[in-house]
């Protein structure tokens, strides 16, 4: 990643859309474990939702470990927690190659629809926090157990809605059903903050400080 672009909030503010992603770089014991397990710099992530439109309040939609899915302001998490949010933007299309016994390879194209994603998050809200699946990420990890992950289950990209969620998982799932899988080849629920950030579909804007 090139180095850190810092934006006071209220620019940031202005420069945010509806679903962008909100990577977290979190700084606490808990943080940190999820860290060191996916050896990733990430520890949470969420995503951008303005509460009454443009002119409302700026939410961070996510799946947090003591309360489960909710929507929180995230200017209040910025003021306690500053320079640890950045912000990725989804590309605006994305490009597809299939193959079609009639026509041959031929290029599908979406359109990112950063209202539609946010609606599922939504929907996912007070829904419980799992971890199990904390356990299930971390167990990819550990050499004596990846012999027990089951790869077929790993790699289903079908977009499996799931009564409980870990930050990644949900982000994944409400991206995926509504056309954007951001990890190919692996599941939704087995997504990691740290597997978001790598997605080709996603892009490094800038840090709230």
């Known amino acids: ?14 420069l945010i859309k509806e679903g962008d992603v909100l990577l977290i770089r979190g700084n606490r014991w808990f943080s940190f474990f999820i860290k ?16 009454n439109g443009n002119s409302g309040v700026l939410e ?5 470990m003591s309360t489960g899915g909710v929507s929180r302001n995230l200017q209040n ?3 306690t927690r500053p ?23 031929t290029t599908k194209v979406s359109e990112y629809d950063g209202r539609a994603v946010t609606t599922t998050m939504r929907e996912l809200t007070a829904l419980p926090y ?4 904390i356990g299930l990420l971390s167990r990819g ?12 289950v790993m790699s289903d990209d079908t977009a499996q ?13 409400s991206m995926n059903v509504n056309g954007y899988d951001l990890v190919k080849n692996k599941a939704d629920l087995r997504t990691e903050p740290g597997d978001l950030a790598k997605s080709p579909l996603l892009n490094y804007l800038f840090t709230i400080e």
């Open 36 to 51: 060191k397990i996916t050896q990733s710099m990430y520890s949470h992530v969420g995503l951008a939702s303005w509460h």
């Open 77 to 79: 998490i910025v003021e």
């Open 161 to 173: 809605r799931a009564l409980t969620h870990v930050c990644s998982t949900s982000v994944a799932y």
């Open 141 to 152: 990890y550990a050499f004596g157990l990846r012999f027990l992950s089951n790869l077929k």
């Open 83 to 105: 320079k640890i949010i950045d912000v990725y933007r989804p590309s605006p299309r994305r490009y597809d190659l299939e193959y079609n016994t009639d026509r041959g390879v």
């Open 130 to 133: 799992s971890i199990l699946k």
């Open 60 to 64: 961070i939609v996510e799946f947090h």
């Open 1 to 14: 990643m090139k180095d850190f672009i810092y934006l006071p909030y209220e620019q940031a503010k202005q």
